[in-house]
């Protein structure tokens, strides 16, 4: 009897409590999954809606979730033991408190060239102003006034973090033939990218794009300091996550000039903005007011991630990486706080082709 109830358990189809969820990531999730039943559940995942969770034998997560201590806790109490991240930045983790308790695991790589491209369009959008020229055209005003641009052509940009997606931007950037600098503390070996240091970086750039993860080390790497180093006139681009850019100093820079224009993925404080339609509501949020305000600002939602390509990648793998965990497979996109410490040589279990505990 116990052994045909244990048998019969396995054998049920595993649920998955899906957070956050927005109309395309059910078509997507639909489109690929054949083993989980999925509750879509439109709430981001907090302290207070951790409980949704009941009765599930997993969770999905983005990168809006907020997976605190807190959550954790309530999440194992529901006798959660994975949650499946359908991104690839898990800043939003506290990875150290899931260890031993919670499985993580995320989609590390689903197209750098949605983020890359994204972070070109923006450049192009913001030196040409292109979104000016859209608005006024349809109001059949073809003045070419203000709406000079510089060439990109032996132009100096400077890439933070040469990673998948700075190495797919820093080759678009080739195809411009501008001058590539770069800074990142693990070199990659054997490339011809010219490394510098970070103040050199922002020093000599005239256009600076962040692809790098936020970690403490890079939490508000763009400051009243770095700014204050830069070329006069520079170009910003983040489509990596907020909180690299301190933006009170980002405005002040914008301000005075020294920064000629920023285009913006993302937003140090997007987690209850971003992927919501606000337009009928007061934000209250007024760096963020006096930035939309800005005629040398362009903001994306964090869209740098939404192709086609991408969206299908991030289903595939996010449904994959449940595969592997209930049939005990190793993980290899599993990470944990000892991953993250491997270039320090303090080596995680994984690297053994185990899992992280
Ligand atoms: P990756 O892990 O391949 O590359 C990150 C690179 O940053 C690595 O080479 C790493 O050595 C480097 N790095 C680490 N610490 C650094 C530091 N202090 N200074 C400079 N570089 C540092 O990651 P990726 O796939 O290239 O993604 C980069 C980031 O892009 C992610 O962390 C995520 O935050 C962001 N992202 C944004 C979107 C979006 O839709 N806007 C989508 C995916 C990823």
Redesign the pocket.
């Known amino acids: 009897m116990t052994i045909e109830k244990s048998i019969k358990e396995e054998d049920m189809v595993k649920k998955l409590a899906f957070f956050d969820t927005k109309p395309y990531d059910r078509i997507w999730f639909d489109r690929f999954n054949t083993n989980y039943e999925i509750t879509y559940i439109e709430n981001k995942l907090n302290k207070n809606t951790a409980k949704f969770a009941k009765g599930h034998d997993a969770v999905c997560a983005f990168?809006n979730d907020e997976i605190s201590k807190d959550v954790i806790d309530a999440l194992y109490q529901e006798g959660i033991r994975v949650i499946t991240l359908r991104?690839?930045?898990?800043?939003n983790v506290d990875v150290k408190y899931a260890y031993e308790k919670i499985h993580v695991v995320r989609v590390?790589?689903?197209s750098?060239y949605?983020?890359a491209e994204?972070a070109m369009a923006l450049l192009l959008t913001l030196n040409r102003k292109i979104h000016k020229a859209y608005i006024r055209t349809r109001d059949f005003n073809f003045s070419l006034n203000n709406l000079m641009g510089i060439d990109l052509h032996n132009k100096t940009i400077g890439v933070?973090?040469?990673?998948?997606?700075?190495?797919?931007f820093i080759d678009i950037c080739k195809g411009f033939k501008m001058n590539i600098l770069a800074?990142?503390?693990?070199?990659?070996p054997n490339s011809d990218i010219h490394y510098v240091t970070?103040p050199e970086l922002f020093q000599q750039s005239d256009i600076i794009s962040?692809?790098?993860?936020?970690?403490d080390?890079?939490k508000h790497?763009i400051n009243k300091d770095s700014l204050a180093m830069m070329k006069d006139g520079v170009y910003l681009i983040n489509?990596?996550?907020g909180a690299?850019v301190d933006s009170d100093a980002l405005l002040a820079a914008l301000n005075s000039g020294k920064v000629r224009g920023a285009g913006l993925?993302?937003y140090e404080e997007e987690s209850d903005l971003f992927f919501e339609d606000l337009s009928g509501t007061i934000v209250k949020d007024d760096v963020l007011s006096l930035l939309v305000s800005r005629p040398n600002v362009i903001i994306t939602s964090?869209?740098?991630?939404?192709t086609e390509e991408?969206l299908e990648a991030i289903a595939k793998v996010t449904l994959g990486n449940l595969d592997d965990y209930f049939a005990n497979r190793f993980m290899s996109n599993e990470i944990c706080y000892r991953c993250e410490k491997v270039?320090d040589k303090q080596k995680c279990l994984r690297e053994r082709n185990s899992r992280c505990f």
Do not use: M, W
Not at 160 to 168: A, C, D, H, L, S
């Open positions: 990168v991104s690839a930045g898990y800043n590390p790589e689903y750098p949605a983020v994204h933070i973090g040469t990673g998948k997606i700075g190495i797919t800074y990142d503390p693990y070199p990659r970070l962040l692809h790098c993860p936020l970690t080390e890079t790497i489509t990596s996550r690299l993925d993302v964090h869209q740098a991630f939404f991408a270039k």
